[in-house]
């Protein structure tokens, strides 16, 4: 860790400590236990999963072992159990030495079930994260109402946390611009897919989520989730959802290409325009769900000036058209996990804020403070489905059929930023990085 974000990560962790001993009073509990977690194992098999720290526990630390634990008690200096086992079948993990852990009693365990030799009886203990028999009876497993406290503040980021999305961000984008370069020399979603693996010096596991490498119809899955080992041709489209991590805090940027101009490079471009301006409106006090409701305005707009409508695009907002093209809300908020808790919260207390009527799959529903990173994503979507269902009930009409028709085989188009809510306007983190890139800056 540079001394740069040495620095950030000691007011990281200040901020985190004295907010966890205000949750921990106001609920009720004396201390907090925080696992790090152990890698399942599927049914009747002994391969595990690959491991995904809790993030209770990656809040506090950098660099995740399997089996190791924080421990926080109020006015004491956070404790992390560095899990060290004995084990000739693996390489243990080397004992973390970078200047981070200064800011911790560190201790090493041989074995997880030893953190009971480490907690004083008699206090009232609250254990955030997974279930473990050896465990039991130690305190309370995910309360409620400490975890609501914890998870609503999560969702304003330190300026370490912003800095580590940076990071990743940079990442991402060198991985995207070799991903890029993959689809134009012609290579299949396997081909792309380990282009961009390649670039970001990652293996599958270190990623944040599953890549989406979506070449031609594939694009119009909005997941899709395979990776096509060969080709007939050149695709025509590419559409690519890909992150990194740093540090444990994920990037999540989405761009779509066409090999050649035309109408689909033409649509690519229009959306190009309308996603920065939504980007551009991320600001502390802002109600996301005018963001999201923002954004179908402005896909309206590349709707029609794309010829896909046979109405204007205010018509097209009100019979629901826009949500044939685009199902998806325009985002949510991003931090230790990819879709980032807390974004439909109330308040500290819990409770929901209702997501706009008829919009299902918007993930943040709050009012944007300083801090928030939060994705900007507008699509355009060709689903045989979606369709199907507008051309069986009135918005038929509405829809110029010949330009879909003319449209379908690209797939589709997404374009995503990860931004930063702040008073002086948004921080846009992902062009920030692709700047970078254009500018010959590596990695930082």
Request: net charge negative; proline share 8%; charged share 25%.
């Amino acid at each position: 860790m540079d001394a740069g974000l040495h620095d950030l990560y000691r007011q990281h962790l200040a901020a985190v400590t004295a907010r966890t001993a205000s949750a921990l009073e106001e609920s009720g509990f004396e201390g907090l236990i925080a696992p790090a977690g152990l890698p399942p194992c599927p049914v009747f098999d002994d391969n595990p999963y690959p491991f995904r720290a809790n993030p209770q526990f990656r809040l506090w630390v950098p660099e995740a072992e399997p089996g190791s634990h924080v421990v926080i008690r109020p006015g004491e200096r956070p404790q992390l159990l560095f899990h060290q086992p004995a084990d000739y079948w693996h390489q243990p993990p080397a004992l973390p030495k970078d200047r981070w852990t200064e800011q911790f009693a560190l201790e090493v365990i041989g074995d997880p079930a030893e953190l009971r030799r480490f907690l004083e009886p008699g206090r009232r203990w609250a254990i955030a994260g997974d279930r473990h028999p050896a465990w039991d009876g130690l305190g309370d497993w995910n309360p409620p109402a400490l975890l609501n406290r914890l998870d609503y503040a999560r969702a304003a980021k330190t300026p370490y946390e912003v800095e580590c999305v940076a990071r990743a961000s940079t990442l991402a984008a060198r991985a995207h611009a070799a991903a890029a370069d993959a689809f134009h020399g012609g290579e299949s979603e396997y081909g792309i897919h380990l282009a961009y693996l390649r670039a970001a010096s990652l293996a599958e596991d270190d990623l944040p989520y599953r890549n989406i490498v979506a070449l031609d119809r594939h694009g119009a899955v909005l997941h899709y989730q395979h990776l096509q080992r060969s080709l007939d041709g050149p695709a025509s489209s590419f559409l690519i959802d890909a992150g990194a991590a740093y540090a444990g805090y994920a990037s999540d940027i989405t761009r779509s290409y066409a090999r050649r101009p035309g109408r689909f490079a033409d649509l690519v471009a229009a959306l190009d325009v309308e996603q920065q301006a939504l980007a551009a409106a991320v600001r502390p006090g802002v109600d996301y769900r005018e963001l999201h409701l923002a954004a179908h305005e402005a896909v309206a707009r590349v709707l029609a000036a794309a010829g896909l409508l046979r109405c204007d695009a205010g018509t097209a907002v009100e019979a629901g058209v826009t949500r044939v093209f685009f199902p998806h809300g325009i985002g949510h908020l991003l931090g230790l996990q990819v879709h980032d808790v807390g974004g439909l919260m109330a308040g500290p207390d819990g409770g929901e804020r209702p997501r706009p009527d008829g919009h299902p799959f918007l993930r943040l529903t709050r009012e944007l403070a300083d801090g928030f990173v939060v994705t900007i994503e507008p699509g355009i979507y060709f689903i045989d489905q979606l369709l199907a269902e507008a051309a069986a009930d009135g918005r038929r009409a509405l829809i110029d059929w010949a330009a879909v028709d003319q449209l379908r085989p690209f797939g589709g188009v997404r374009v995503e930023d990860d931004v930063v809510a702040l008073p002086a306007g948004a921080r846009n983190l992902t062009r920030e990085a692709f700047e970078s890139l254009s500018q010959g800056a590596g990695p930082r």
